[in-house]
């Protein structure tokens, strides 16, 4: 096993092992792959428009072009990475022609709802690299584009907003493609030209950072949600007040942003006033007096439309999934009860409710997400009323609903709403009421989806029904989605009347056209003055 030999002088060697001698193995070299794989020192595929490794791993692929890469080769200089403008930077470093020859093409990328915590798609790790603007921007021989009145951070929050935060405005992200383009892109334009909603765009990607906890990272203050928030409240309510048709647009995609902008103060200690919750309804319910002040003819003509389609409601086959106790609290309504003009209006909002139930009983699903999430716009604006006022059958039916929104999932900006509210729902209306209210206040101490549809449903042998609606087993009335109006009724544009009017399966009556229940000019002042009691809570 050991062989010996002998030197020169004719001492012993050193024994060493017999080793068999193996040539080493030939393979070619990648000498024109991407630049990532350089630096990694990882073989590329060469793979046209991005190689196999930067699909992976979701980042930018940056080639030499062949006579370039000859000419970085020869040179020794020509090893130095070469950089793109760090996010102060107003200029670039000289470089050579064949520096300035880069080609760059990014991967197509559609994130799913949990983007931000993917490790293979988006990472946050990203954005402490150097080389991040880089991998997001084409390099060229210009100073870094900065609009005017914006800076280095809005570009930051901008970006973020495009890549991650947009995403949270469809529960059907990454699948609804055309919904998708209409966040990432669309609505950016209009920002553009639009400072009121461009403040909204930045003050929501820097509240997302926030919550993800990233401020750090990212070198964004609380501050500047603040700041944005404030200032896209007030530029939205003197838009509102102007009624400007160059600003209708933005008006549209303003209204529905705010709603999750300013959900921030329900999660904040410092801002927060007991029974928020009533303000953010009426800024829910502002979306349809904005469409209302705009015409639906501004809507169609923005391509904002798909932003407001909801899923259609049958009142009446509702109205068998609403539970026996809430029928009764209002069935029990006396003469000279102060609420008997509005047992009507009750029942109406009830109907309503009875749609999550019975959602439910299909299990999670993008529509159920939709159904939770737009509740607020289909209520009837007396209703609406009656629970600013406080009455207690009013704020009860409004506490069963925020049980609902724990069921919601991959929603950031819906987390943390409804258990301080439900509590202080309670504590309002005082013991008389306190049987009624039982099942949102257990709903608002458990933090399993099951264990609260079981609550919900009063059934604890309930499952889920099988299937990923979700993922593979999509389901199929997420394409069908469609606008709908505030009876639940499918309704189409027409064009040449400037009107909707109802699809011919959602009537059965003999008036074809549809309107809303409320008073554009009543739900409008009601909308300003509430967002003025936002406005009030943010912090100067």
């Given at each position: 096993?050991?062989?010996?030999?002998?030197?020169?002088?004719?001492?012993?060697?050193?024994?060493?092992?017999?080793?068999?001698?193996?040539?080493?193995?030939?393979?070619?070299?990648?000498?024109?792959?991407?630049?990532?794989?350089?630096?990694?020192?990882?073989?590329?595929?060469?793979?046209?428009?991005?190689?196999?490794?930067?699909?992976?791993?979701?980042?930018?692929?940056?080639?030499?072009?062949?006579?370039?890469?000859?000419?970085?080769?020869?040179?020794?200089?020509?090893?130095?990475?070469?950089?793109?403008?760090?996010?102060?930077?107003?200029?670039?470093?000289?470089?050579?022609?064949?520096?300035?020859?880069?080609?760059?093409?990014?991967?197509?990328?559609?994130?799913?709802?949990?983007?931000?915590?993917?490790?293979?798609?988006?990472?946050?790790?990203?954005?402490?690299?150097?080389?991040?603007?880089?991998?997001?921007?084409?390099?060229?021989?210009?100073?870094?584009?900065?609009?005017?009145?914006?800076?280095?951070?809005?570009?930051?929050?901008?970006?973020?907003?495009?890549?991650?935060?947009?995403?949270?405005?469809?529960?059907?992200?990454?699948?609804?493609?055309?919904?998708?383009?209409?966040?990432?892109?669309?609505?950016?334009?209009?920002?553009?030209?639009?400072?009121?909603?461009?403040?909204?765009?930045?003050?929501?990607?820097?509240?997302?950072?926030?919550?993800?906890?990233?401020?750090?990272?990212?070198?964004?203050?609380?501050?500047?949600?603040?700041?944005?928030?404030?200032?896209?409240?007030?530029?939205?309510?003197?838009?509102?007040?102007?009624?400007?048709?160059?600003?209708f647009p933005a008006l549209l995609a303003c209204s529905l942003l705010l709603t999750a902008l300013v959900s921030g103060a329900f999660r904040?200690?410092?801002?927060?006033?007991?029974?928020?919750?009533?303000?953010?309804?009426?800024?829910?319910?502002?979306?349809?007096?904005?469409?209302?002040?705009?015409?639906?003819?501004?809507?169609?003509?923005?391509?904002?439309?798909?932003?407001?389609?909801?899923?259609?409601?049958?009142?009446?086959?509702?109205?068998?999934?609403?539970?026996?106790?809430?029928?009764?609290?209002?069935?029990?309504?006396?003469?000279?009860?102060?609420?008997?003009?509005?047992?009507?209006?009750?029942?109406?909002?009830?109907?309503?409710?009875?749609?999550?139930?019975?959602?439910?009983?299909?299990?999670?699903?993008?529509?159920?997400?939709?159904?939770?999430?737009?509740?607020?716009?289909?209520?009837?604006?007396?209703?609406?009323?009656?629970?600013?006022?406080?009455?207690?059958?009013?704020?009860?039916?409004?506490?069963?609903?925020?049980?609902?929104?724990?069921?919601?999932?991959?929603?950031?900006?819906?987390?943390?709403?409804?258990?301080?509210?439900?509590?202080?729902?309670?504590?309002?209306?005082?013991?008389?009421?306190?049987?009624?209210?039982?099942?949102?206040?257990?709903?608002?101490?458990?933090?399993?989806?099951?264990?609260?549809?079981?609550?919900?449903?009063?059934?604890?042998?309930?499952?889920?029904?099988?299937?990923?609606?979700?993922?593979?087993?999509?389901?199929?009335?997420?394409?069908?989605?469609?606008?709908?109006?505030?009876?639940?009724?499918?309704?189409?544009?027409?064009?040449?009347?400037?009107r909707f009017v109802l699809s011919p399966s959602s009537s059965s009556d003999s008036s074809s056209e549809t309107h809303s229940d409320a008073d554009p000019r009543w739900?409008?002042?009601?909308?300003?003055?509430?967002?003025?009691?936002?406005?009030?809570?943010?912090?100067?």
């Amino acid at each position: 096993m050991f062989s010996t030999g002998t030197s020169g002088d004719g001492n012993t060697a050193i024994e060493r092992p017999d080793k068999p001698y193996y040539p080493k193995r030939p393979h070619q070299k990648s000498r024109k792959g991407c630049r990532n794989c350089k630096k990694r020192k990882v073989k590329c595929d060469e793979g046209r428009p991005f190689c196999k490794n930067c699909r992976v791993r979701g980042d930018a692929c940056a080639y030499l072009d062949p006579s370039a890469a000859a000419a970085l080769s020869s040179s020794s200089s020509s090893s130095a990475p070469v950089t793109s403008p760090g996010p102060g930077s107003s200029s670039l470093a000289p470089r050579s022609p064949a520096e300035s020859t880069l080609i760059h093409s990014r991967p197509s990328f559609s994130p799913s709802p949990q983007a931000a915590y993917d490790p293979d798609g988006f990472s946050f790790n990203d954005l402490s690299s150097p080389t991040t603007a880089a991998n997001a921007v084409a390099v060229v021989d210009e100073p870094l584009f900065i609009p005017e009145g914006r800076n280095v951070t809005d570009l930051k929050l901008l970006w973020f907003y495009s890549r991650v935060t947009y995403t949270s405005f469809n529960t059907n992200a990454g699948r609804a493609h055309p919904i998708d383009q209409v966040l990432q892109v669309k609505i950016v334009e209009h920002a553009f030209s639009s400072p009121f909603l461009m403040n909204c765009v930045l003050g929501l990607s820097a509240m997302h950072i926030q919550h993800l906890g990233q401020t750090s990272l990212m070198k964004i203050s609380p501050m500047v949600t603040n700041f944005y928030r404030a200032t896209a409240i007030e530029g939205y309510r003197k838009a509102i007040q102007a009624a400007d048709p160059q600003s209708f647009p933005a008006l549209l995609a303003c209204s529905l942003l705010l709603t999750a902008l300013v959900s921030g103060a329900f999660r904040e200690d410092e801002h927060y006033t007991p029974l928020y919750v009533l303000d953010w309804i009426n800024v829910w319910r502002g979306i349809g007096a904005i469409i209302e002040l705009t015409r639906p003819a501004a809507m169609y003509q923005s391509g904002l439309e798909m932003l407001f389609f909801r899923p259609p409601i049958n009142l009446d086959a509702s109205a068998r999934h609403v539970p026996g106790n809430l029928l009764f609290m209002v069935t029990r309504i006396r003469p000279g009860d102060e609420d008997e003009p509005y047992t009507e209006v009750y029942y109406e909002t009830l109907k309503y409710l009875g749609s999550l139930y019975g959602e439910l009983l299909n299990g999670f699903s993008p529509i159920l997400d939709l159904r939770i999430v737009t509740f607020y716009t289909f209520l009837p604006s007396v209703f609406i009323e009656l629970a600013r006022k406080k009455r207690p059958r009013a704020l009860i039916i409004v506490a069963h609903h925020l049980a609902f929104t724990k069921l919601i999932g991959h929603v950031w900006w819906m987390e943390g709403i409804s258990d301080r509210e439900i509590r202080n729902i309670s504590n309002t209306i005082g013991p008389r009421w306190r049987s009624e209210i039982n099942v949102p206040m257990i709903a608002a101490a458990l933090t399993d989806k099951e264990a609260i549809c079981k609550l919900l449903l009063d059934n604890h042998y309930w499952q889920p029904p099988p299937g990923d609606k979700f993922g593979k087993d999509r389901d199929p009335r997420a394409k069908e989605l469609a606008f709908v109006d505030d009876e639940g009724r499918t309704v189409g544009f027409v064009q040449e009347a400037e009107r909707f009017v109802l699809s011919p399966s959602s009537s059965s009556d003999s008036s074809s056209e549809t309107h809303s229940d409320a008073d554009p000019r009543w739900t409008l002042r009601s909308l300003t003055d509430s967002l003025h009691v936002v406005g009030q809570m943010m912090p100067e």
